[in-house]
């Protein structure tokens, strides 16, 4: 029983450290390639973000997909623990327990990032944390209402005190 659990704190330990590092390979600036793009001599040159195969690159849709892709891998997980006759009573409550805990967590962040493009943004991600949020949004520059508003609904939907809040801004 006590390798059962070390097992699946282990697992669970490095889907989260794998989490972690998606996040911080994501917001790290200097992955993408810049591209100088010439469409009309009356025209302005333009920037296009363009990723090793050509392909123009979108941290916002790109994010979401890792996101979502962790995140099933961990509900899979849980669901392999619910399912297995072997686990223990209290492992499978956890894991049900868990598995409703990560459900209502995405549930919070697809609201959050629902009303901040409600209120005008382009674009945003919200990653939550046990006792924090970080959100990313896409501005070329947060007036001091804007993080007002963002920070509004943060607090509205988790509870959460605003010093634990953060919010970044992505062009």
């Known amino acids: 029983m006590t390798f059962l659990l070390t097992r699946k704190r282990i697992i669970v330990s490095v889907l989260l450290i794998l989490l972690v590092f998606s996040v911080y390979l994501m917001v790290k600036n200097d992955y993408p390639k810049l591209s100088?793009?010439?469409?009309?001599?009356?025209?302005?040159?333009?920037?296009?973000?363009?990723?090793?195969?050509?392909?123009?690159?979108?941290?916002?849709?790109?994010?979401?997909?890792?996101r979502d892709r962790l995140r099933s891998q961990e509900a899979d997980y849980l669901r392999e623990i619910i399912n297995n006759p072997n686990a223990s009573?209290?492992?499978?409550?956890?894991?049900?327990?868990?598995?409703?805990?990560?459900?209502?967590?995405?549930?919070?962040?697809?609201?959050?990032?629902?009303?901040?493009?409600?209120?005008?943004?382009?674009?945003?991600?919200?990653?939550?944390?046990?006792?924090?949020?970080?959100?990313?949004?896409?501005?070329?520059?947060?007036?001091?209402?804007?993080?007002a508003q963002i920070t509004d609904i943060v607090t509205r939907i988790t509870g959460l005190p605003i010093d634990k809040i953060t919010i970044v801004e992505r062009k």
């Open 36 to 66: 100088y793009i010439r469409t009309d001599k009356n025209e302005k040159n333009t920037v296009q973000i363009v990723n090793k195969n050509g392909l123009e690159k979108n941290f916002f849709i790109d994010y979401r997909l890792e």
């Open 89 to 147: 009573k209290e492992s499978k409550e956890k894991a049900q327990k868990d598995l409703i805990a990560l459900a209502q967590k995405i549930e919070k962040e697809m609201m959050m990032e629902n009303l901040i493009k409600a209120k005008g943004f382009e674009d945003s991600v919200v990653l939550l944390a046990e006792n924090s949020a970080n959100v990313v949004v896409k501005s070329s520059g947060l007036q001091t209402k804007e993080v």
